[in-house]
């Protein structure tokens, strides 16, 4: 389970941003909203195509350079 500690004199807003940064670093919270809703087998074949056409385009693109 992530955790932040609260350091002394620290602002609660403060310690709450570094939490939420280290979720996003951790991938929970894209987790959390792609396991907010069902998603059929095909949608979920299909977005893993359409990344991984992006991911080979961008791949390409970088090596063109």
Known sequence: MTEVK???GE???KALRRLKK?????GIMR??????HFEKPSE???RKAARARINARRATWAASL
């Open 6 to 8: 609260i350091k002394k």
């Open 11 to 13: 602002p609660v807003e």
């Open 22 to 26: 280290k979720l996003d670093r951790e």
């Open 31 to 36: 987790d959390i909203r792609a396991k907010r």
């Open 44 to 46: 979920k074949r299909r």
